[in-house]
């Protein structure tokens, strides 16, 4: 099987380019409930839950305010819960590219 951003050949069963660092087209990742780590307010609980059910954040933002008027102490204990339970999602690092060394001759 060959990576389809670099070319180079890999494991049939690679999900990732061990080159390039890409997914391999055709393997599909599943969805997972994270806290958002760059769409945050407070907790990234709302940017999170906007994400996994890839709708605006602003909206799950404004039904979780309406849920905190209308039902008082159970929407702020909901999300605090919510906060602790749902896991943050990872910091992705890019490989870095290996410097070019030019040869002076």
């Known amino acids: ?14 999900r990732l380019c061990a080159y390039c660092g890409r997914l391999v087209h055709g393997y599909c990742q599943p969805k997972r409930l994270e806290r958002s780590r760059y769409d945050r ?10 994400k996994y059910w890839m709708s605006d954040p602003t909206l799950v933002r404004l039904l979780w305010v309406f849920a905190v ?37």
Do not use: R, S
């Open 1 to 14: 099987m060959f990576c389809n951003y670099c070319g180079k050949q890999i494991q049939d069963d690679a």
């Open 41 to 50: 307010k407070i907790g990234g609980v709302a940017g999170g839950m906007a």
């Open 69 to 105: 008027l209308c039902t008082f102490p159970l929407a702020i204990i909901a999300y605090f819960i919510a906060w602790i339970v749902i896991p943050e999602e990872p910091e992705y690092v890019y490989p870095a590219h290996p410097a070019v060394v030019q040869n002076p001759q």
